[in-house]
T-cell receptor, first 112, second 115 residues
Framework: GENVEQHPSTLSVQEGDSAVIKCTYS??????FPWYKQELGKRPQLIIDIRSNVGEKKDQRIAVTLNKTAKHFSLHITETQPEDSAVYFC???????????FGKGTSLLVTP | DTAVSQTPKYLVTQMGNDKSIKCEQN?????MYWYKQDSKKFLKIMFSYNNKELIINETVPNRFSPKSPDKAHLNLHINSLELGDSAVYFC??????????????FGSGTQLSVL
C-alpha cells in the first residue's frame, strides 16, 4: 500500500522565518496530496491540497510544491506566526482510492 | 450545524469492557472513515465505508467492528478493550470515490482511555 514519509518530525523557527516540511510517497499512481494542521486537542483540518496535474499551489502564506518524478511534495509557510504552531500532516491517496494515508506529522513551534 | 459529529468526546473504561463510539455526518458524503491517532500523533486508517459497504479494513483486530446503518452514520464498537486501545479515534467523511480523491472532514475525536 501507499507509504508516506514525512520530515522533519519537529521543527522550531523564529517568528517571521519560513518553515518547510517535506514528504515522499511510494505509489506513483497517487494523485491527491493534502496537508492538514492539527492544533492541540483539536481535529485535523485541511489547509491546502494539490493534485498531480499541478506542480505548485499557493494560498497566502502557505504554498505546496509537487515533484511527481521524484515522488515528493513539500509545504512552505512564509512569515511564520506563533499561531502557526501545530502538528502538520501530509497525506497521499493510494491507488486503490477511498482513503488517505498520512505521514507521521511534524510538530512546528514558532517562537516569538 | 456540526458537519461530522461523534460521541462521546471522552470515554474512560476498564480493560475487558465493550464500548461504542457513534458518528454522524450531515454533508451528504458517501464515504466515511475511522482513523486511530496514537500517543505519538500518528493518524492511521482503520476502516472506510462507501454507501454502507466496507471498502477498507486495515488489519484491525476483529474486536473492532464498524457498523454503518446508513450512509450518514458509521459507528465503531470495540469488544474486550485492552490497554493498547487507548488513543483518540477520529471519524471522518468525504466525497471520495474510487474515481476521485477528495479531502476528509474530521469529527472532533473521541479520547478513549482504558484503565
Amino acid at each position: 500500500g501507499e507509504n508516506v514519509e514525512q520530515h522533519p518530525s519537529t521543527l522550531s523557527v523564529q517568528e517571521g522565518d519560513s518553515a518547510v516540511i517535506k514528504c515522499t510517497y511510494s505509489d506513483s499512481a497517487s494523485n491527491y496530496f493534502p496537508w492538514y494542521k492539527q492544533e492541540l486537542g483539536k481535529r485535523p483540518q485541511l489547509i491546502i491540497d494539490i493534485r498531480s496535474n499541478v506542480g505548485e499551489k499557493k494560498d497566502q502564506r502557505i504554498a505546496v510544491t509537487l515533484n511527481k518524478t521524484a515522488k515528493h511534495f513539500s509545504l512552505h509557510i512564509t512569515e511564520t506566526q506563533p499561531e502557526d504552531s501545530a502538528v502538520y500532516f501530509c497525506a497521499a491517496s493510494p491507488n486503490s482510492g477511498y482513503a488517505l494515508n498520512f505521514g507521521k506529522g511534524t510538530s512546528l513551534l514558532v517562537t516569538p | 450545524d456540526t458537519a461530522v459529529s461523534q460521541t462521546p468526546k471522552y470515554l474512560v473504561t476498564q480493560m475487558g469492557n465493550d464500548k461504542s463510539i457513534k458518528c454522524e455526518q450531515n454533508l451528504g458524503h458517501d464515504t466515511m472513515y475511522w482513523y486511530k491517532q496514537d500517543s505519538k500523533k500518528f493518524l492511521k486508517i482503520m476502516f472506510s465505508y462507501n454507501n454502507k459497504e466496507l471498502i477498507i479494513n486495515e488489519t484491525v483486530p476483529n474486536r473492532f467492528s464498524p457498523k454503518s446503518p446508513d450512509k450518514a452514520h458509521l459507528n465503531l464498537h470495540i469488544n474486550s478493550l485492552e490497554l493498547g486501545d487507548s488513543a483518540v479515534y477520529f471519524c471522518a467523511s468525504s466525497l471520495m470515490s474510487r474515481a476521485t480523491n477528495e479531502k476528509l472532514f474530521f469529527g472532533s475525536g473521541t479520547q478513549l482511555s482504558v484503565l
